[in-house]
């Protein structure tokens, strides 16, 4: 294990993703292997039954809650990218971290972070007007939130400026362009679905204190979380492969 390794980091998964009778992942299974949960707040997915039954739960299994907000587009899971003005996205931001950290106190817990979700967060990571306005609005209900940002990106030259506390996220199961950004899902690769190819990049990755794009680049960055999706079949079996490979190479897995 290299000198420089980060040996203490965060696995995080979103979830909450279902909605009324439609499950989306095993949250209750994922809730036994991350430290953190990102929940969607009931604008891309998400309700407040969902959110309260996956609150409860983190709260339980001593997971860190964050808040998850995206676009208000349910049928396309927040994954298209909307071209609504930034006071009305801030607004919006705002509005879903309220909703949010109501369920969590309700839920005896409390919001610890915020990212992004999705669309919204692929186009805040290369606009950091677009990454600031949701901040800044985040910030405004909670100045001490953590905000989650893609690493290498926009988003974290605007945490950087705002000076808040922020954790730099990178993705165990998205493969990475040269700039930091993820290979857009339609791309053959650019999501990945076996732990064994997943978790030693990963570690690659922590021991290089960098993202490795699909080129072999390497991208320095500060790793302070490692993000798996909920939505993806192998989610569950991903983030136990990826904890028990980043263990056994004397890794800690906590919450940031």
């Known amino acids: 294990m290299g000198a420089n390794m980060t040996r203490n980091v965060d696995l995080n998964a979103d ?3 279902g909605f009324g009778p439609w499950t989306m992942g095993d949250d209750a299974a994922l809730l036994d292997i991350v430290t ?14 969902v959110m309260a039954r996956t ?10 809650i964050g808040a998850h907000p995206g676009f208000a587009d349910l049928k396309g899971f927040g994954r298209r990218q909307l071209p609504l003005p930034h006071d009305e996205i801030a607004n919006a931001v705002a509005y879903q971290l309220g909703a949010a950290q109501a ?5 005896g817990g409390s919001v610890k972070h915020l990212k992004l979700h999705g669309a919204l967060s692929n186009m805040a990571s290369v606009d950091a007007d677009l990454a600031r306005a ?26 950087r ?10 993705f165990a199961d998205r493969a990475y362009n040269d700039d930091a950004t993820l290979v857009d899902r339609r791309k053959p690769g650019a999501v990945l679905h076996d732990a064994t190819v997943a978790a030693p990049r990963i570690l690659k990755m922590l021991e290089a204190g960098a993202i490795i794009a699909e080129s072999g680049k390497h991208i320095p960055c500060r790793i302070d979380t490692i993000c798996l999706h909920g939505d993806t079949p192998q989610a569950v079996e991903m983030a136990r492969g990826i904890k028990a490979h980043l263990q056994a190479a004397g890794v800690t897995l906590q919450t940031f």
């Not at 953190?36 to 039954?49: L, V």
């Not at 400026?161 to 990178?170: F, N, V």
């Open 15 to 17: 979830m909450g993703e």
């Open 36 to 49: 953190s949960a990102n929940i969607a707040c009931g604008f891309h997915a998400g309700d407040p039954d």
């Open 55 to 64: 609150m409860a739960l983190a709260v339980k299994n001593g997971v860190g």
């Open 103 to 107: 369920m969590a106190r309700r839920a």
């Open 134 to 159: 949701c901040y800044q609005a985040a910030l405004a209900v909670d100045p001490d939130i953590t905000i989650m940002v893609l690493a290498a990106t926009a988003m974290e030259t605007v945490v």
């Open 161 to 170: 400026e705002l000076d808040c506390a922020w954790a730099g996220e990178i």
